[in-house]
């Protein structure tokens, strides 16, 4: 006689049902024992009465458990250690399907790395709490703007600064710029294909960096360039206590670092120029894999009413007093305006000095733009003299001369005698 081997689970069951053939319990009650519903109880009483004990027994405990195809493993573990040593599994997962046809979830990709010692398991660290805040339900209604400075050409190219825009709403980069540094011209540059593409946003969401706000000295209540170009265009800065406050702009940063890097060393991409070309490209696809849908449908963002003055917002301006001779002084040069028929009513008066994004000066009066030009000193370039000459000019200056027979001290002395 074959031994049937049982679970405690089905053991139990074993015994209600031969307690129920001799009436001593009902399905009811059976049922309300086991924690299953009546007509599921009735089907397993059916079977147990035609197949006896084995209907009790799980069919799956004899089927074989879908085991990874060992020549698919060992492909893999090949384009690990050939191409993509430092890939992460998520991402891993996504080039295998892509470039290599194969299907695997992130999940078995993860423990393949593990027990192939490519991957550390994480330690659970200690949890701080930051709750999640909701999302914006409109798109434009709030922009998350921040740098990652960061190898992202690796050993190939110069080390620099990603500047990002990430609609809250979405989730989806909006705007993207590699620069040299986080400089107040780059998010100049950021914020212009931003809002020639999509319009005014409600907010901007930054940190507290010295382009956004003013950090130093008593007065703290001025605003800095690129808070002044914002205010121009009605967009309100917001400023973040903390990197977890504005997180997805953050998380979407250590994505790209992961991402948008391998992308780069793919196409052998080792400039900013070459880089800032293949943004938009890189964009759309990144969008079109981690974007959400907003809950509302509707569009926050504000037409621009004349994108021809744009310049003229996102730029530099400073005062200046014009001089009684009609001159400007900035950055050691000298404007002399050109206004010889307002010369009492020029003098004295305050203007702002525009310096567009590609250098152009311009010099604003009460909303015009005035006339001049730049004043130019002749500096005369000094004769270049070699350390030969140098030194032979020091030897005869520094030699003691006597005088000649004809010089008129020798004459007056020896007409004393």
């Not at 212009?192 to 409600?202: E, F, I, T």
């Amino acid at each position: 006689m074959e031994d049937i081997f049982m679970t405690t689970k089905e053991a139990e069951r074993l015994r209600l049902l031969k307690n129920h053939s001799d009436g001593i319990i009902s399905l009811v009650d059976i049922s309300k024992l086991l924690g299953i519903s009546y007509r599921q109880i009735k089907r397993v009483w059916k079977d147990f009465k035609k197949y006896g004990e084995k209907a009790l027994i799980s069919k799956k405990r004899k089927m074989r458990n879908r085991s990874f195809d060992p020549r698919i493993k060992e492909k893999i573990l090949s384009l690990i250690n050939t191409h993509y040593s430092d890939y992460g599994p998520t991402f891993l997962s996504e080039k295998l399907l892509e470039k290599h046809n194969i299907k695997v979830s992130k999940e078995t990709v993860r423990k393949l790395m593990i027990n192939c010692g490519l991957r550390k398991s994480k330690k659970q660290k200690k949890v701080k709490v930051y709750q999640r805040r909701k999302r914006r339900s409109c798109f434009g209604e709030l922009e998350q703007v921040d740098g990652s400075p960061h190898a992202w050409f690796e050993d190939r190219g110069p080390y620099c600064t990603l500047l990002l825009a990430v609609d809250d709403a979405t989730g989806e980069i909006t705007s993207a710029r590699f620069e040299e540094e986080e400089t107040t011209e780059g998010y100049f540059y950021l914020m212009k294909s931003y809002l020639q593409v999509h319009g005014k946003p409600v907010c901007l969401y930054s940190d507290k960096y010295g382009v956004f706000q003013v950090n130093h000295g008593k007065d703290r209540s001025k605003l800095t360039q690129f808070a002044r170009a914002m205010k121009e265009l009605g967009i309100k800065i917001i400023a973040a206590h903390s990197p977890q406050a504005k997180g997805r702009v953050e998380r979407k940063n250590g994505v790209l670092q992961d991402r948008l890097v391998k992308e780069l060393r793919e196409l052998g991409i080792s400039t900013i120029k070459e880089a800032n070309k293949f943004l938009p490209i890189y964009i759309e696809k990144h969008n079109k894999r981690f974007g959400k849908v907003a809950a509302s449908s509707f569009n926050a963002h504000c037409a621009l009413e004349d994108k021809q003055y744009l310049d003229q917002i996102l730029c530099r301006k400073e005062g200046r007093k014009i001089s009684k001779n009609l001159e400007v002084h900035y950055k050691n040069d000298i404007f002399q305006i050109q206004a010889p028929n307002r010369i009492n009513r020029l003098r004295g008066v305050g203007v702002q000095v525009i310096e567009k994004m590609d250098g152009d000066i311009l010099i604003e009066y009460n909303g015009e733009l005035l006339e001049f030009i730049l004043y130019e000193e002749f500096n005369r370039q000094p004769k270049i003299v070699d350390h030969k000459e140098l030194v032979s000019r020091w030897e005869r200056s520094s030699k003691k001369q006597k005088p000649g027979k004809h010089h008129p001290w020798r004459v007056v002395k020896s007409m004393n005698f």
